[in-house]
């Protein structure tokens, strides 16, 4: 099935795409490679942008749900930059930043949010990737998580 399947299978809704800003774009092609600027969480159920540290002001299990909602801004992204994820043929890189005490050590665990979204979407032979998860003393905008992609796409439609 493709991307666009799964997410409408999945009741995925989008949010809506990044803008660029400043100097700078949510996104960049470059051959069959796009890289996508980090991204932080949109706001949540509440309407409120997640702000503060993941294992001070928000449990591990609400970082998941935090990089989860980082990573449907990302996928918005990308598909506004190449205009169907079913043009992605592999998700290559994930970095994935979290916003944490210095005894917090799970980061990877928060960051899961994001490449599990990714496995569902694309699934495992598109979908896994390789990651880095690393924890930062802060991040722009108090964003508990901050997160970007590098996938490679195949030809337009």
Known sequence: MSAEGRLRDLGIAL??????GANRVPAVTTGRLVYVSGHGPGPGP???????KVG???TEAEGYVIARS???????????????????TRVVKVLG???????????????DGCS????????????RHARSAVGM???PL????????????????
């Open 70 to 88: 980082v990573g449907l801004g990302l996928l918005a992204t990308l598909r506004a930059e190449i205009g169907s994820l079913d043009r992605v």
């Open 56 to 58: 001070r002001d928000h």
């Open 142 to 157: 108090d964003f508990p998580v901050e997160i970007e992609v590098i996938v490679e796409i195949g030809p337009g439609a």
């Open 137 to 139: 003393a802060s991040l």
């Open 15 to 20: 949010p809506a795409a990044t803008g660029p």
């Open 116 to 127: 599990d979204l990714f496995v569902e979407v694309f699934g495992p032979e598109i979908g």
């Open 46 to 52: 509440d309407g409120h942008v997640p702000a503060g």
């Open 97 to 111: 930043m979290v916003a944490c005490p210095p005894e917090f050590t799970t980061m990877h665990k928060v960051i």
